[in-house]
């Protein structure tokens, strides 16, 4: 059998403004057999998180209402979110946000390009349940 077709079902709370990027996501994702729960600011990612206990969180940096860094600081420091696995996937490119990101406790850090390889990164998130 092949085992990566066995791969766990992981439930993602996608935080972008946009519906594009977001309807985007949620193709792979659903394809690949996961569940996708939307989250469109700063304010709704902390509340989603807190009521849905997603397995991943996948974070853009530019929300409408906050920086991502700040929401991702937020989710760290909060006991209730702070095990949630955080992947920034961001449209700002440079080194200086991804080592920021991972310094305030991300996962990983992905640029914005390609969301099978969003999907294929958050597949190896190792999960603590």
């Known amino acids: ?3 990566e077709k066995l791969q766990r079902s992981r439930r993602i709370l996608l935080v972008d403004d946009s519906e594009t990027v977001q309807g ?4 792979v994702a659903l394809a ?3 569940q996708v729960i939307r989250a469109m600011t ?3 990612a902390l509340d989603v998180a807190l009521t849905t206990h997603p397995d991943v969180i996948v974070l853009d940096m530019g929300l409408p ?4 860094r700040d929401v991702l600081a ?4 909060d006991q209730r979110t702070t095990a949630i696995p955080v992947v920034v996937w961001s449209g700002r490119a440079g080194e200086s946000d991804s080592r ?3 310094d305030l406790g991300a996962e990983d850090y992905v640029e914005k ?6 999907i294929l990164k958050l597949e190896r998130v190792r999960l603590d349940s």
Do not use: F, P, Y
């Open 1 to 3: 059998m092949n085992t």
């Open 24 to 27: 985007l996501v949620e193709e």
């Open 32 to 34: 690949r057999g996961h």
């Open 42 to 44: 700063g304010r709704a």
């Open 65 to 68: 209402d906050a920086d991502g």
């Open 74 to 77: 937020k989710l760290k420091a």
């Open 100 to 102: 920021i990101s991972l």
């Open 113 to 118: 390009s390609d969301a099978t390889l969003l």
